[in-house]
């Protein structure tokens, strides 16, 4: 699962929740600041 690190919608700490239940998740930050990541972002 990935979530952008300053997520200005969902902090990432709902993001790692959400992952630990999540079984054979793995959550990955990207160093971002949008919610939407995008096709043209390097993240």
């Given amino acids: 699962m ?12 709902q993001g790692r929740l959400i992952a630990a239940e999540i079984p054979g998740t793995t ?3 990207l ?3 949008n919610h939407v990541l995008a096709d043209y972002d390097p993240a």
Avoid: K, T
């Fill in 2 to 13: 990935v979530h952008a690190a300053n997520d200005q919608r969902f902090w990432v700490e």
């Fill in 31 to 33: 160093p971002r600041r």
């Fill in 27 to 29: 959550f990955v930050p």
